[in-house]
């Protein structure tokens, strides 16, 4: 089993859909959860930082965390055209030397539709 | 504030071939990433230095692959000699510190191996 699993879709949605994007992950030691947004020959650029469980809003974006499950979320609402790109989890926690690297999950590739 | 800076941006080689790519990385930025991103994965650490001493090479392949951050600012990675297998884009990514912090990432090198 992988560290991080994530579904690489691709999810392909109408403009003004809801949108979710979820990772699953098995090291219980994670307590730092991101979301990085890839456009096509770009680098990722961060969008969303969680830390533990909970709930967290930015604008259109809400992620969530849910450390019990081992499941995070990343939700998108009224989603436009300039949100089709490929969204990463990456994560990261524990102790030791590596415990700030982040392991990230395969992507999912977005298409919103206009 | 300008962002992480790489190049080239593409390179083609034939197998047995060497390549470098160059990262300068956000003013002021102690910690300095490169990571192998093969095309449908997420981004995997080959290497991490802070200042311009190497935290962590646990997966960088140092059979063919050897990184270095001379003066503790700009960094270069080299494959030699290269296999088709390291076809991917590799990314460079800075942070201001050690630990959780966030890791800004550059637009990447896309290397293709014939």
């Known amino acids: 089993q992988k560290e991080v699993e994530q579904d690489p879709g691709p999810l392909s949605v109408p403009e003004g859909a809801i949108v979710s994007l979820n990772c699953t992950y098995s090291?219980?030691?994670?307590?730092?959860f991101m979301w990085y947004r890839q456009y096509s020959r770009k680098g990722p650029e961060l969008l969303m930082y969680?830390?533990?469980?909970g709930n967290k809003e930015d604008g259109r974006f809400t992620a969530q965390v849910d450390k019990s499950s081992k499941y995070i979320s990343l939700f998108i609402r009224d989603s436009q055209p300039s949100d089709s790109a490929t969204y990463l989890c990456?994560?990261?926690?524990?102790?030791?030397?590596?415990?700030?690297?982040?392991?990230f999950g395969k992507g999912t590739k977005l298409s919103v539709i206009p | 504030e300008a962002g992480v800076a790489q190049s080239p941006r593409y390179k083609i080689i034939e197998k047995r071939q060497s390549v470098a790519f160059w990262c300068n990385p956000i003013?002021?930025?102690?910690?300095l990433y490169w990571y192998q991103q093969i095309l449908g994965q997420g981004p995997k650490l080959l290497i991490q230095?802070?200042?311009?001493?190497?935290?962590?090479d646990s997966q960088l392949p140092k059979d063919r692959f050897s990184a270095e951050r001379l003066k503790g600012v700009d960094s270069t990675l080299k494959i030699q000699p290269a296999k088709l297998e390291d076809s991917a884009v590799y990314l460079c990514?800075?942070?201001?510190?050690?630990?959780?912090?966030?890791?800004?990432f550059g637009p990447g090198t896309r290397l293709l191996v014939l």
């Open positions: 990514a800075s942070s201001l510190r050690k630990g959780q912090e966030t890791q800004y």
């Open positions: 090291n219980s030691a994670f307590q730092y």
């Open positions: 969680t830390y533990s469980s």
């Open positions: 990456a994560m990261s926690g524990g102790s030791g030397a590596g415990s700030y690297q982040l392991t």
């Open positions: 003013s002021g930025h102690a910690t």
């Open positions: 230095f802070q200042n311009n001493g190497v935290v962590d």
